[in-house]
Structure formats: structure tokens, C-alpha cells
């Protein structure tokens, strides 16, 4: 099921899925607006703990359903990282030691290096996952 990035659709799939099926294990959602809205539904159908949620989510949102372990953990492309890596990237193209050409692979610090895909598309890296343990000190920043 998809809740169209619409928290109220994304909440009453979530539930419509919990009751359909009793025995449903995991919601994995794509989208931060999904992940919260059925964060909420879980919580709400008194599933946390047996329904495991994750998926993509912003800290700054999901803080209070990591800590109370209605989701163990969620991930999310890390906007410190992102920021990071395009520094180098831009840096390379400005100073002219990379052309951004499809194959080109770009050295980005601690990040490692990138390469150019075709139609110039950069892939960073894994999503960053967010749990109890780095929670805090996210969702303070985003």
C-alpha cells in the first residue's frame, strides 16, 4: 500500500494493514511523511514492539517514537555528509582536477571517492541509520 505522502492516507493504510493482517510483522516506509504517520498508527493500535516500523524519517520528527521503541531504528541520507561530499565535488569541478564526465570518480575526503554515472547522476553512499543512540544528537540538528 502507498499513503501518497499523505499523512492522514499513510495513517489509515497503516492501520488498515495492522487489522487486515494480525500477524503483519513489519511496515517499511518510504517516505519521511510514512514513517511518521505510521509510527503514530502503531503506537495508536497498541503495536509497538510487535509491528516493527522503518524506513525513511527525520530525526527531528521521529525522536520520540525511537526513544520510546515504537521504531528501533530508521534511516535517512545524512544532510552533514551530503554537504560534505558535494564540497569536494564542486571543489574538483571549479579547480578543474576532475571534468564530471561519466566515469569520472572524485576523491571526497573522509567520505571516500564518487563516481559519475550516466546523465552525471553522483550515488553518495548507504542512507545514515538513526536509532536510540545518535537520536539526540540528530534531531537537534534536522
Do not use: H
Amino acid at each position: 500500500v502507498y499513503g501518497d505522502d499523505l499523512p492522514d492516507k499513510s495513517y489509515r493504510e497503516a492501520v488498515s494493514l495492522m487489522r487486515k493482517y494480525p500477524n503483519l510483522k513489519a511496515i517499511i516506509c518510504p517516505t519521511t511523511v510514512g514513517l511518521l504517520a505510521t509510527a503514530q498508527a502503531v503506537k495508536d493500535e497498541g503495536k509497538a514492539g510487535i509491528v516493527e516500523v522503518t524506513g525513511l524519517g527525520l530525526p527531528s520528527e521521529m525522536k520520540g517514537y525511537i526513544l520510546d521503541g515504537t521504531c528501533r531504528q530508521m534511516a535517512l541520507w545524512n544532510p552533514i555528509d551530503l554537504g560534505y561530499t558535494s564540497t569536494y565535488i564542486l571543489n574538483a569541478l571549479i579547480d578543474g582536477t576532475r571534468s564530471g564526465s561519466v566515469g569520472d570518480v572524485i576523491p571526497a575526503g573522509r567520505m571516500g571517492s564518487v563516481k559519475v554515472e550516466e546523465d552525471g547522476l553522483i550515488y553518495m553512499s548507504t542512507p545514515y541509520v538513526f536509532n536510540k543512540d545518535n537520536m539526540e544528537q540528530f534531531a537537534a540538528i534536522f
